[in-house]
């Protein structure tokens, strides 16, 4: 009898020692922590896991359970500021400073001052910018195109022109000063001419040859020399619209020049040198170069002492 309780006390004390043989008090599983007994720590099961929300433009990947985080915000993906709206985010809409400026695209004869983003227009249209009828074309708008009149109509008959393009030539000429549009009086003169088929800066061409003239200005006020060419069919007061020379039969053929100007002074003297080359037949006899200033060209008026010299 006395073993027996013995063996009863003996299975009591080991029943608490372990504790919780009966019964125990469970803490529910976490996302990271499976079911676990308060008492004696057993466990059971898994953990829960994570419910992750995803990154945004300024929160890390979370839990939404636990409030975990893991990794880097996204950061906000911005679209540049307009004259529409700040500059945003295209994932959160957030903003950040103000409207940026208008982005104009400058008025034209075809629409007024405009905004290139929101279309918001200011101001009017601007007159036409003309170009003037030649024997080629009526005089159009060289921004929209549109036209007015008719081409001119050249009559053939023969000029003839009171100088000679001859080197060391040399006369009075009377041009406008820049500041205040007076007249001042100084020398031209003609310090080169020549004929040849090519050189390093200008490529011959057979059946061609270059002609060329050097005029020189000296004049006491800044002021720049001009040189053009025409011929001997086409009226002076349409000496600067032709690009071409005219046979007596009304033929007319484009021709090939190049120019070069140079501008200095030399003791109160502004010196200008202008250089014209144009390539022409060899056996073309009509050819006329023009001496003018550029100050009268700068101010939209034809130069009245403008000089017309035949080459030949």
Known sequence: MKRLLTCILLILCIMMIDGCCLKHDWQEATCDKPMTCKICGETQGEPLGHEWLDATCTLAKTCSVCGATEGEPLGHDWMAATCEHPKTCRVCGATEGGNADHDWIEATCLHPRKCSVCGITEGGTLPHTWVRANYDSSKYCSVCGVVEG???????????????????TTWDYTTIANADNS???????????????????????????WREATVEFKMPTGCKVMLGYTDKYTGMEEYAVTNYITYSDGTRMPVVATESYKYDWEDDVCVSYGTLSVQVPEDYEDLVFYVSSADYALTGRVDPNIRFMEMK
Do not use: C, M, Q, W
Not at 150 to 168: H, M, N, Q, V
Not at 190 to 205: E, K
């Open 183 to 209: 007249n001042v009086t100084g020398k031209a003169t003609v310090i080169d001419t020549r004929n040849y088929y090519s050189d390093g800066a200008h490529a011959g061409r057979d059946g061609y040859e």
């Open 150 to 168: 008719d081409s001119l109509i050249p009559a053939f008959e023969k000029r003839k022109y009171e100088f000679t393009l001859k080197k060391g």
